[in-house]
């Protein structure tokens, strides 16, 4: 990584030429302008591997490997949370990573589960089904680019709407535990219903919690790393129904503490 000071004047030279391909980032550092070629590979690798995972969903669906699909959205949420957290313990953040996150993350959580869900179900609707897909990558979609202006101006201990890496683990839950059922028009109703509501919910005002406010750097009771083991345990009995049901809790938690939220609290003492 190399470092060069440019004055204002210098970046607006005719002839201030950049290297064909090369990314070039602008950055102040005591109050200089600075300019860095190149991008932090760790952080960007695992993007990659994460914009992969997804790609590598959608071809599976395609090929009617569905099971095989679904897991690989799991693995992209898993490489999508190790990307930023590496970035920020290594002090490899950067813009180009920011944006390339983002771009990978709509091609994971919103054109993979959208697709993986259309070719396994949906698609017996026609119409309506490939339109109850676009209204969830749509939602992907605006949910990201949301995120993305709302960065630093909201309450970090909430998300507004829920998160697009939750709503395709909902998708690709559902199609993880059914994919072995015959077609029914039940089962592509339930589809349908996941689909189209955790596509309106990301696009909600509804606050989910974030849990970016748990400490996990300080001390803990002994009892909670055989907590950690009993959830691992649970998990790995039938991976699939357990990470359906648990991000299906979540994706229901956020209108549900905002139906509560919003109904007027009795005093004490108040009679009916």
């Known amino acids: 990584m190399t470092e060069?000071?440019?004055?204002?004047?210098?970046?607006q030279n005719p002839d201030y030429e950049v290297e064909a391909g090369e990314v070039v980032e602008e950055e102040l550092v005591g109050g200089a302008p600075v300019r860095r070629?190149?991008?932090?590979?760790?952080?960007?690798?695992?993007?990659?591997?994460?914009?992969?995972?997804?790609?590598?969903?959608?071809?599976?669906?395609?090929?009617?490997?569905?099971?095989?699909?679904a897991i690989a959205i799991f693995v992209s949420m898993i490489l999508d949370g190790l990307d930023g957290r590496v970035a920020r313990m290594t002090n490899t953040q950067s813009k180009f990573g920011e944006e390339y996150d983002s771009l990978a993350d709509m091609v994971a959580f919103g054109v993979a589960p959208g697709l993986v869900a259309f070719f396994w179900s949906l698609n017996s609707f026609d119409k309506v089904?490939?339109?109850?897909?676009?209204i969830y990558v749509a939602g992907a979609a605006l949910r990201l680019a949301r995120f993305n202006t709302q960065i630093g101006s909201v309450d970090k201990k909430f998300f507004v709407g829920l998160p697009s890496p939750a709503a395709a683990a909902c998708v690709a839950g559902l199609v993880w535990c059914f994919h072995l059922f015959?077609?029914?028009?039940?089962?592509?109703?339930?589809t349908m219903v996941v689909v189209g509501g955790t596509g309106v919910l990301m696009v909600s005002n509804i606050l989910y919690r974030s849990f970016k406010d748990l400490d996990l750097r300080g001390r803990v009771p002994f009892a909670a790393i055989l907590l950690v083991?009993?959830?691992?345990?649970v998990i790995a009995l039938d991976p699939a129904t357990v990470l359906f049901t648990g991000f299906l809790i979540y994706a229901l938690s956020g209108p549900i503490r905002a139906l509560f939220r919003g109904k007027p609290r009795k005093t004490l003492g108040a009679t009916d």
């Open 182 to 190: 015959e077609p029914a028009t039940w089962l592509t109703l339930l």
């Open 129 to 134: 089904g490939w339109a109850i897909t676009f």
């Open 229 to 233: 083991v009993l959830i691992f345990v």
């Open 4 to 11: 060069e000071r440019t004055s204002a004047d210098d970046m």
């Open 37 to 69: 070629k190149g991008i932090y590979l760790l952080p960007n690798a695992l993007t990659t591997a994460s914009l992969f995972s997804g790609f590598y969903a959608i071809v599976s669906a395609a090929n009617g490997v569905f099971d095989n699909a």
